[in-house]
T-cell receptor
């Protein structure tokens, strides 16, 4: 399974944009990039996913490098409710394996 | 729509006791998963199931058993509980689709083995 590397922690001021990086240099052509987040004392929740093109949804944007070896989750205006651990995960679509390998993620602290 | 429901929310076990963690989903998802999360760590996959009657091991299956007799339910059995099984357990379900396979997680079961 391809691995991802994320910074352990990041800080942001409230109302400012946040860019959460993820490196996945061993990504294969069929791996989808998924992001989940885990709020304190809750289970993870889906944020966004993509394959090659940048993606936007109501929660965030996902920017994928042209060589796909890295990606960035963008929260356009961080709020206190966005304080969470953010996980970048690769999912192998081709092999039909529907398993995620969670790393330790990035703990985002949002300052008021 | 309840989503994924886990019971109990908290449990304390003595070493050597057994218990079953319950997980039910009402979204008619084919795939279900059990993870454990140790303090400060990410989630590790214990077992998963791609449909009723079909289960497979994840990264850390030792000390656990599962069964999947219905689409809705995916119980996790701990036999002979050990302190190393102290963790938070999450159940998830998904409907695999092209690229998506969004997993929906329950609120978790916090287990202490003393």
């Amino acid at each position: 399974d391809a691995k991802t590397t994320q910074p352990n922690s990041m800080e942001s001021n409230e109302e400012e944009p946040v860019h959460l990086p993820c490196n996945h240099s061993t990504i294969s052509g069929t791996d989808y990039i998924h992001w989940y987040r885990q709020l304190p004392s809750q289970g993870p929740e889906y944020v966004i996913h993509g394959l090659t093109s940048n993606v936007n949804n109501r929660m965030a944007s996902l920017a994928i490098a042209e060589d796909r070896k890295s990606s960035t989750l963008i929260l356009h205006r961080a709020t206190l409710r966005d304080a969470a651990v953010y996980y970048c995960i690769l999912r192998d679509n081709w092999a039909g394996t529907y398993k995620y390998i969670f790393g330790t993620g990035t703990r985002l602290k949002v300052l008021a | 729509n309840a989503g994924v429901t886990q019971t109990p929310k908290f449990r304390i076990l003595k070493i050597g006791q057994s218990m079953t963690l319950q997980c039910t989903q009402d979204m008619n998802h084919n795939y279900m998963y059990w993870y454990r999360q140790d303090p400060g760590m990410g989630l590790k996959l214990i077992y998963y199931s791609v449909g009723a009657g079909i289960t497979d091991k994840g990264e850390v299956p030792n000390g656990y058993n599962v069964s999947r007799s219905t689409t809705e339910d995916f119980p996790l059995r701990l036999e002979l509980a050990a302190p190393s099984q102290t963790s938070v357990y999450f159940c998830a379900s998904s409907f695999p689709g092209q690229g998506a396979n969004i997993q929906y997680f329950g609120a978790g079961t916090r287990l202490s083995v003393l």
